[in-house]
């Protein structure tokens, strides 16, 4: 796969104009901004080509986009940040970081979507009954789609992150990344729609998310992105917008970007970050794993003290076992130090045949992520 930088900076050369997007209120930094308070939304034909915009934004064009206002109700945002802030405070004594900052320096709410409904029911559905949020989902997933949301307050002095791309790939090691044929490459962006919603005014010194227009498009990008060169590039071309409270900013999840350093003294930047997934994503028949580890662990554990990790126990160890950790509880299963995802069971079968782990034990390990996978 070609990781050169001269393709991508061809790519990212790119110039956007209004004329571009028709039914968007400006173009600002190459992103588009649309004001959609002047559509009508029995309109069918008007929604529909705006759909295709938005849909032809994410896939081919920059790549991101912006809707201003998309959350109008100042008394509903206000109620959501108070409920969100309850949340905060009770899990402070548990509190694990995130992805990109250790404990202490931001504060992370995983699966505030479930929260949300659970601490404010009302506030909830008033919050995700929005039917713009609706119509860009099935822009670019069509129906079926599944939101998670996380809460993400990064406090005055919050360091910039490293560019990255986002789920699935992004949160894959370089190697495990690699592993995934070229197609998937490519294709594994269409499964999800990333989003944020901002839950205070985002100036620019307040650091909100930088991205690089154009960069979806870059085959090699979910390697690349990891390359020093590439994160000098992305430095040294990014833009970023300032955000008014309730704006929203859509992106495919391939699009080179990351969070900006807040340079505030007195602002906390706060956003509700939207990851929709495809109903393509999940699997038809859900397997449960767990008997049927039970029943061959004995046979497992013989093969590999006669052969080690052979093909044939690494096949086997792949059929039988999940490979992929999520959907989980990030809270009772936050990612490794120095990862970014926690143990699949692949990885914990793997480590228990190394380590001659009897079943007993390794069944209690199994069991006690099935039972924070559920709570």
Known sequence: MNHSLSDLRALCSQSVSS????????????????????????????????????????????????????????????????????IIDAEKASSKGDHFAPFGKNDRIWNSFSKHALADAACFMQYYSNPWLALVCDAWLGPAYRITAQVNIVKPGGAAQVSHRDYHLGFQTESGCAAYPKVFQTASQLLTLQGAIAHTDMPLESGPTRFLPFSQRFEAGYMAYRRPEFNQFFLENYVHLPLQKGDAVFFN???????????????????????????????????????????SWDLLKAKHESEGMSFEVDAFVKAVAEGYPFPTNLNKRPPGAGGLAPESQQDILKKALTNGTELKALMHDLIDIRAAEAS
């Open 19 to 86: 004329a571009d997007f028709p039914l968007c209120s400006q173009v600002s930094s190459k992103i588009p901004l649309y004001e959609v308070g002047g559509f009508d939304l029995d309109d069918y034909c008007k929604i529909s080509k705006l759909q295709d915009e938005w849909h032809h934004i994410l896939l081919s064009g920059p790549g991101v986009f912006v809707i201003k206002r998309m959350q109008l109700n100042a008394s509903l945002m206000e109620r959501t940040n108070a409920n969100f802030q309850t």
């Open 253 to 295: 999840p391939a699009l080179f970007h990351a969070a900006g350093e807040n340079q505030t003294y007195d602002l906390s930047r706060s956003a509700n970050l939207l990851q929709v997934s495809s109903a393509f994503g999940k699997s038809m028949e859900t397997i449960d794993t767990l008997p049927l580890i039970e029943c």
